[in-house]
């Protein structure tokens, strides 16, 4: 049987030896997905996205990440370049009707790609700490999540920006205790979003030593692009 082809873009870098952009990706999207049973790709060419789209079987957005050892380098600017990019990726990509998942800015940007909006510095109104930490969500029964994982589990929890408004067509599949969109799907489309980290709480990856190992939520990601 051939193995599923999941895109997973990644973020931008800085090369420090040719003074050139690049381009990066955490090794735990890739490792996950191939212990999944799935072949991991990630988009390089900008010119190339209806080529990749047409490709893959799968597609993961992935969190923030850039790297420069040179703090005069303007990641900024390729941070909103990115930004812009995957929009479309997001947009083209539903319409095929391919299995996707977002994960961290990821899981917003898909939301603002769709019509939604975010709040940033939300968490010095909350009661719940979100940055560098871990905390317990409670899921939506006959979601995705809530079938694989039950109703209440601990994630890991890296980000100072939420979901304020969830785009028509998604609905939550958990929450925080103080509120937070968690996790969302789309009604009707495969498209599933989490706002922790679930490629750090599974094999070789375990950010945390307690809540589940995710190494099924990516298997069963997988088998949906077969």
């Given amino acids: 049987m051939k193995k599923p082809i999941i895109l997973i873009t990644g973020g931008p870098a800085y090369d420090p030896y040719l003074h050139k952009e690049s381009r990066m990706l955490n090794k735990t999207y890739t490792s996950a997905i191939t212990a999944a049973g799935g072949i ?14 047409e490709l893959a079987d799968g597609c993961i957005f992935t969190g923030t ?3 420069s050892p040179d703090s005069s380098y ?16 997001m947009r083209a990509f539903a319409k095929t009707g ?11 940007q898909v939301n ?22 871990s905390h317990e969500i409670e899921t939506t029964p006959g979601t995705l999540i ?11 929890s ?11 067509g998604f609905k ?21 979003c989490f706002q922790w980290h679930p490629e750090r709480m599974r094999g070789d990856f375990p950010d945390m030593p307690y809540g589940p190992n995710t190494d099924v939520l990516f298997k069963t990601f997988v088998e949906m692009c077969i």
């Avoid at 988009?43 to 209806?50: E, I, M, S, T």
């Avoid at 303007?74 to 990726?89: A, C, G, N």
Wanted: glycine share 8%; hydrophobic share 40%.
């Fill in 98 to 108: 391919k299995p996707m998942l977002g994960i961290c800015q990821g899981m917003q």
């Fill in 40 to 53: 991991p790709i990630m988009d390089l060419g900008n010119n190339l996205q209806d080529d990749y789209i």
């Fill in 172 to 192: 939550v599949s958990a929450l925080s205790a103080d509120g937070v969109i968690e996790a969302y799907e789309h009604e009707t489309l495969p498209i599933y």
């Fill in 74 to 89: 303007d990641m900024l600017s390729l941070q909103i370049e990115r930004v812009e990019r995957e929009h479309k990726m």
């Fill in 158 to 168: 890296i980000h100072n920006v939420k979901v304020k408004t969830l785009a028509k």
């Fill in 112 to 133: 603002c790609a769709f019509g939604g909006d975010l709040q940033g510095n939300f968490k010095l109104e909350g009661k719940v700490e979100h940055y560098l930490t």
């Fill in 65 to 67: 990440h850039a790297f």
């Fill in 146 to 156: 809530n079938r694989l994982f039950g109703n209440k589990f601990f994630v890991n």
